[in-house]
């Protein structure tokens, strides 16, 4: 049985949005080490080296969870593993990020290009930009995207923009398919970043997956830590005693 939990964080903001999900998840799992790891530097590295990177770093045999690209990296990592992982949960996490012929509910090419572009000229406004849109959707968007912008730890553009291409790059389908054991996947409904309509293309890969509508913004995990903890917790124990 797991003794681990491991949360992965989204991209640009750094772990400290997770910390208070961290201490809700430590109350609601006291017999789980919850532990929060920071996204490596993905400069220069293959979706798949990143992958190999992770797996050497977390202990075998955890849960996996993941926010946005760490839920993209869980995903990955979890179908990687497979019977070598606990579980996986991911929020707000699309298989892939930016639309694809193959994939439309997701983020238009034409956005992230804009995106991508802005970041590289002007880093700060584009993490400015990011943390709005983080909110859109949250019952108070501007004290949302003010706590977000505060706690941001990146300030490294070449790491950020690095970290853009892999989310243009990873392409989750087959592994949420592959994947074995319990996963679940949450989204929110009004997630400015991943369209609602992701929910059902997901639902649709793995008939054995739960997968959810949790919050209503990209960081509503932030805003509802307390009964996102509660939603893991039961998910975690129901999967270790299955």
């Known amino acids: 049985m797991s003794k ?9 903001l750094g772990v400290v949005p997770l910390q208070i999900l961290a201490e809700q998840l430590d109350a609601a799992l006291p017999q789980l080490t919850v532990q929060i790891q920071p996204l490596p530097d993905v400069r220069g590295k293959s979706a798949e080296a990143l992958i ?5 770093q977390l202990p ?7 926010w946005s690209l ?18 996986l949960i991911s929020y707000a ?13 997701a983020m238009p090419v034409d956005t992230f290009t804009a995106f991508r572009q802005l970041c590289a000229e002007d880093f700060a406004a584009g993490l400015k930009r990011f943390v709005l849109l983080c909110s859109q959707g949250a019952a108070q968007p501007r004290a949302l995207s003010r706590q977000l912008l505060e ?13 853009l291409d892999l989310l243009a790059e990873l392409d989750n389908r087959v592994a949420i398919s592959a994947f074995a054991g319990p996963q679940l996947h949450l989204f929110a409904e009004q997630d400015a970043l991943v369209p609602s309509l992701t929910l059902s293309r997901v639902r649709a890969l793995n008939a054995q997956a739960t997968v959810e509508f949790f919050g209503h913004s990209h960081a509503g995990l932030i805003v509802e830590a307390q009964l996102l903890a509660q939603r ?7 999967g270790q005693h299955a």
């Open 93 to 105: 996490s699309n298989p892939c990020f930016v639309a694809r012929e193959t994939w439309p509910a």
């Open 52 to 56: 190999a990177l992770l797996d050497q």
């Open 151 to 163: 706690a941001a730890a990146v300030t490294d553009s070449g790491c950020a923009l690095a970290g």
């Open 232 to 238: 893991i917790a039961d998910f975690v124990l129901r």
């Open 70 to 87: 760490g839920g993209m990296l869980a995903t990955a990592l979890a179908a990687y593993r497979q019977s070598a992982c606990a579980g």
């Open 4 to 12: 681990h939990l491991v949360l992965l964080p989204g991209w640009g």
């Open 60 to 66: 075998s045999d955890c849960w996996l969870m993941g």
